[in-house]
Each structure stands twice: as structure tokens, then as C-alpha cells.
Nanobody
């Protein structure tokens, strides 16, 4: 069993929607921040969203503001990333990550190679034009 498992990726047309899920295990879910990242072909990994566990403040990358909704099911240890009005440039592998707040990419800019305690295996999102 791995600490973070993503699902929900797939192929969608531009303007479509997807909901990604990240199921956490093996660590105290409520004590950690869960963040979403993505990595497009030939590009560095970048942060998409993260939530402060203290005040629940939500941080969204400028490129996705107005198009994503993050929700949490604490009983299921699951964080969802609802993405709407998807664009071809959103094509990437999407990862969830977890660590104690704050951590690289949550909410600060992620530096390539920076250490984050837990990563999921990623789920592919492909948006066709």
C-alpha cells in the first residue's frame, strides 16, 4: 500500500471536465496538507493547488483560477480536484503530494527537486483541442 493514490485522469475534449481523486493512507491525514501538482511533457513540475490545514485557506495557481474546485472528504481521507473548462495546455501528469504545512509548492513556488514527504504515482490528464 502506498501513502497517496490518485485516480480520475483521462482523455477529455477542450472545455470538458475531470475530477481527480487522491486517497491518503499511512499518515495522520488531518495533520498534513495535501497539494496537487502537475508536470507537462518537457516542463518542470508546478503546483496547482494546496490547502492550509489551519484556516483552510486554499491556494490555486494563477493558470487554473476560476476553473478548479478542491474539496475534502475527511472520513474517506480523500481530496478531490474538480477541473472545468479544461484546455489543451492543461495536459500533464497530475500528482498529489502531502507534507506538513508549509512545504515546497504549498503554498510557495515549487523548486524542481525540492523534497516533499509523500508523492502519489500520478494520473494522466490529456485534453484534446
Amino acid at each position: 500500500e502506498v501513502p497517496l493514490v490518485e485516480s480520475g485522469g483521462g482523455l477529455v475534449q477542450a472545455g470538458g471536465s475531470l475530477r481527480l481523486s487522491c486517497v491518503a493512507s499511512q499518515f495522520p491525514f488531518l495533520d498534513y496538507s495535501i497539494a496537487w501538482f502537475r508536470q507537462a511533457p518537457g516542463r518542470e513540475r508546478e503546483g496547482v493547488s494546496c490547502t492550509s490545514p489551519g484556516d483552510g485557506a486554499l491556494y490555486i495557481a494563477d493558470s487554473m483560477k476560476g476553473r478548479v474546485t478542491v474539496s475534502t472528504d475527511r472520513r474517506a481521507n480523500t481530496v478531490y480536484l474538480q477541473m472545468d473548462n479544461l484546455k489543451p495546455e492543461d495536459t500533464a501528469i497530475y500528482y498529489c503530494a502531502a507534507d506538513i504545512w508549509p512545504f515546497p509548492g504549498c503554498p510557495f513556488e515549487y523548486e524542481p527537486g525540492a523534497h516533499v514527504k509523500y508523492w502519489g504515482q500520478g494520473t494522466q490528464v490529456t485534453v484534446s483541442s
